[in-house]
């Protein structure tokens, strides 16, 4: 009989899942099921239909869903697009999701899967082993699962869901962003690089709006510097590995295997951290304006992409927590910045006085027709709240969550994961039960994984795909 296997969520991961499969003849042996809804089968939800103004965080060079060919993103634009950027330039993220469409569609077209195009409302556990999938159409068994299923519930840290003038997730922002009154006042409950996702949208609409950025601390990411040409000495996977004790390395060693890193570069880590460690705009402006060594150390932390969740699952619990409460929000600061262009549009709109930031928010109190904020000092009166806070990241509150992820919760397939999303043997990527105990053949990838597999990002899945891919099952057949 055929093994069955099912992909449940078509983002970069299902499709890197699909893709890593393709490679091996054995799939001809399998019959293949896939899930998705339509809006955003093939895409995911950050590379759904939507403005060209909403950007990609990184360079077109780095978003390759190919692993045996860096620029195959870039090469797609050229082939596709009428526009003659490069490799290093910021592309439309519903390019990317264009392009991610199309492979997926090459796979499709070899590999004639079966597309369900509904959302997956349950996942059980069968006495045999296998794994039911169930929709609101179809119930299906499969010997191998796949979950891909991206990203949780939105938050709403205020608790304003349901109130007319607030829009509790922005995307996409052609529905959901186009229908203000000119001259509204518009606040942006945030400062990530969603936010500035939203801001480059109404700041590029016909009408005019005065924009507030709202949050606690008014800080904002850096932008991206050009990448430079460096080796890394002392922050490489050969250190790591010989460096392990029981398996682990102190979070201790990898400070100062950074701090030496960026010695060898020319770099004052403390200095730098104080001109730019907080992201406020003077910082945004300085970095627009003189020269610094970002440069480099954002190019440091690039080249750890590939083995990053390597030095992360070296860390004990420990450590991990103490990364997470002191270290991850100045790593994450450095690490994913936004395109150049979005934060000379931020630092003119602020001074034109037709951005503004507020910091030290402490509590939103609804109105009639707006919303009064109250700041440590002062308190702001706004028409229309959009909430740009991001998505939950803990899986330990089901009754926050997606049906299907509150389900998986509630009957102990899936288990909160300390630093986020759920828990997995890693890197075979299996899911880790109370109830079932480590459970075989059923994977989870993708941002469902982030507390294991930090920052994963397109190529990074597919390098994960492949490895669950060719390592766990296809190689048994
Ligand atoms: C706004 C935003 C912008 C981002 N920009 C960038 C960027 O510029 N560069 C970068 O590298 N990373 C970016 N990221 C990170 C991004 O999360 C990853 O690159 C990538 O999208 C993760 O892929 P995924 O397949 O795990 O999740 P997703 O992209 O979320 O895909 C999951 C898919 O599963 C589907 N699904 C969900 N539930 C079910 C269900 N029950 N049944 C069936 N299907 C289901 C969803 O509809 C979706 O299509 C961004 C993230 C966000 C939120």
């Given amino acids: 009989m055929k093994k069955r296997i099912a992909i449940v969520g078509m983002g970069p991961a299902g499709i890197s899942v699909l893709r890593a499969m393709s490679q091996y003849d054995a799939y001809q042996a399998c019959q293949i099921v896939i899930y998705n809804n339509t809006q955003t089968f093939g895409t995911g939800m950050p590379y759904q239909k939507d403005s060209d103004l909403l950007l990609i965080n990184q360079t077109a060079d780095t978003m390759s869903i190919d692993p045996n060919n860096k620029l195959d993103f870039v090469n797609w634009v050229k082939e596709h697009k009428d526009s003659n950027q490069g490799p290093k330039s910021f592309l439309p993220r519903t390019w990317y999701g264009e392009y991610l469409k199309s492979k997926l569609d090459e796979a499709i077209e070899k590999m004639h899967p079966e597309i369900i195009y509904e959302d997956a409302r ?173 440069d480099i150390v954002q190019t440091i932390i690039g080249k750890m992409d590939p083995y990053i969740a390597d030095y992360m699952t070296a860390l004990k619990v420990s450590d991990r927590r103490l990364f997470y409460s002191e270290y991850e929000s100045l790593f994450h600061h450095l690490r994913a910045p936004m395109p150049k262009q979005s934060a000379e549009r931020l630092i003119e709109g602020v001074d034109n006085q037709e951005i503004f930031v507020y910091a030290g928010i402490q509590s939103i109190e609804p109105l009639e027709d707006g919303f009064t904020i109250q700041l440590a000092n002062k308190s702001v009166t706004i028409d229309y709240l959009i909430n740009a806070t991001g998505h939950e990241m803990s899986l330990s509150e089901p009754e926050r969550q997606l049906p299907l992820i509150a389900q998986l919760v509630d009957e102990y397939i899936l288990e909160a994961e300390y630093n986020g999303g759920a828990q997995v043997i890693w890197p075979s990527a299996e899911a880790v039960s109370q109830k079932y105990g480590i459970l075989n053949n059923f994977y989870v990838h993708g941002q469902l994984v982030q507390g294991i597999q930090y920052g994963n990002s397109a190529h990074l899945l597919m390098q994960q795909a492949t490895k669950v891919v060719a390592l766990d099952y296809f190689k048994n057949f």
Avoid at 271 to 286: D, I, N, S, Y
Wanted: charged share 25%; aromatic share 10%.
């Fill in 122 to 294: 349950a996942i059980r556990v069968q006495e045999d082993g296998r794994y039911q999938v169930e929709t609101d159409q179809t119930s299906q068994s499969f010997d191998i699962l796949h979950l891909c299923i991206g990203h949780l519930a939105y938050q709403d840290p205020y608790n304003l869901r349901g109130h007319n003038n607030y829009i509790h997730h922005p995307y996409p922002v052609q529905e959901k962003l186009t229908t203000f009154p000119e001259g509204s006042h518009i606040g942006i409950i945030g400062t990530g690089l969603t936010s500035i996702d939203l801001m480059r949208f109404l700041r590029n609409q016909p009408k005019h709006y005065d924009l507030s950025f709202i949050s606690r601390s008014g800080g904002f990411s850096l932008y991206r510097e050009p990448e430079t040409d460096l080796t890394l000495r002392y922050l490489t996977l050969e250190n790591l590995e010989k460096n392990r004790k029981n398996g682990f390395v102190p979070l201790e060693k990898m400070i100062e295997w950074f701090r030496l890193e960026c010695q060898e570069h020319g770099v004052d880590f403390d200095r730098l951290v104080e001109r730019f460690g907080t992201g406020t705009t003077p910082q945004l402006r300085e970095q627009l304006e003189t020269q610094t060594d970002l």
